[in-house]
């Protein structure tokens, strides 16, 4: 069944079809009166609606059912990755969206290839957060990631300040053999989430762009409590690694 996500929550048995959702479903998928689609709101609840009459520039609808389904991650994940050139950031949000991710920021690294300026980060802004709701509609989340760009480290570190735990995936770590602290972050997180089920829990994590992390840039993460860890003895594309780190979440707090 398709899923369309809406900008305002559905409150009545019958309705008109939002805007944002007639064009794809009946212009493109060809939807005809008695299919059903699902409709996710602002309040997160899937609605199952059926299609009751189509016009030329609308559609009626009615209420079917409410489905209380959470498909999220308990942990809220947020990807933080220097900018990869490429279609590289486009695949990032795209699977990282389907593995679970709550949040996706991009700066400017200092061994960074490609560079945005602010111009180009509004552009490039607006189609990741598109892509980010198609992964989100394809893989029947109830939340779009946000997709954010900062110019700088600083300002990402800004942006994090609420972050309940914190981890870069250091190639260093990697091959020094550090294997440890991504499972005691997911330990400490398990133990949060028993200890306090209905409080949100966060966890930023840090990942560079093809060249790496310099030096200077792990000592100012290091600096703000964040974590170097391993992600295993195979070093991995700037594009694999933050895919990785969810991979490991979900089956370390939902399948585990």
């Not at 009946?26 to 689609?37: P, S």
């Not at 489905?67 to 050139?85: D, F, M, N, R, W």
């Amino acid at each position: 069944m398709q899923r369309y996500f809406i900008h305002t929550d559905i409150t009545t048995n019958e309705f008109t079809l939002p805007t944002e959702v007639f064009h794809h479903a009946i212009k493109v998928m060809r939807n005809q009166v008695g299919a059903q689609l699902e409709l996710v709101g602002p309040d997160q609840l899937v609605k199952v609606v059926e299609l009751t009459a189509i016009e030329p520039e609308q559609a009626q609808a009615k209420l079917v059912e409410t489905l209380t389904a959470k498909p999220e991650l308990p942990v809220q994940v947020q990807i933080i990755c220097g900018i990869s050139k490429g279609d590289k950031t486009e695949k990032i949000v795209q699977k990282g969206t389907e593995l679970g991710a709550a949040q996706f920021i991009f700066y400017n690294g200092a061994r960074s290839v490609a560079q945005w300026n602010t111009k180009k980060a509004v552009k490039k802004v607006d189609r990741l957060q598109k892509i980010a709701q198609g992964a989100a509609e394809q893989s029947h989340r109830v939340v779009v990631p946000e997709v954010l760009y900062c110019q700088s480290l600083d300002e990402v570190l800004t942006a994090i300040e609420t972050a309940d735990y914190r981890t870069v995936a250091y190639e260093e770590s990697a091959k020094q053999g550090e294997t440890s602290q991504l499972a005691q972050i997911v330990q400490k997180i398990k133990a949060q989430l028993q200890a306090k089920p209905q409080a949100p829990c966060r966890l930023a994590a840090f990942f560079g762009p093809e060249g790496g992390f310099t030096p200077a840039e792990v000592q100012t993460l290091q600096a703000q409590q964040v974590v170097a860890s391993g992600l295993g003895p195979r070093i991995m594309r700037a594009e694999t690694a933050p895919l990785y780190l969810l991979a490991a979440l979900s089956f370390g707090l939902e399948l585990a």
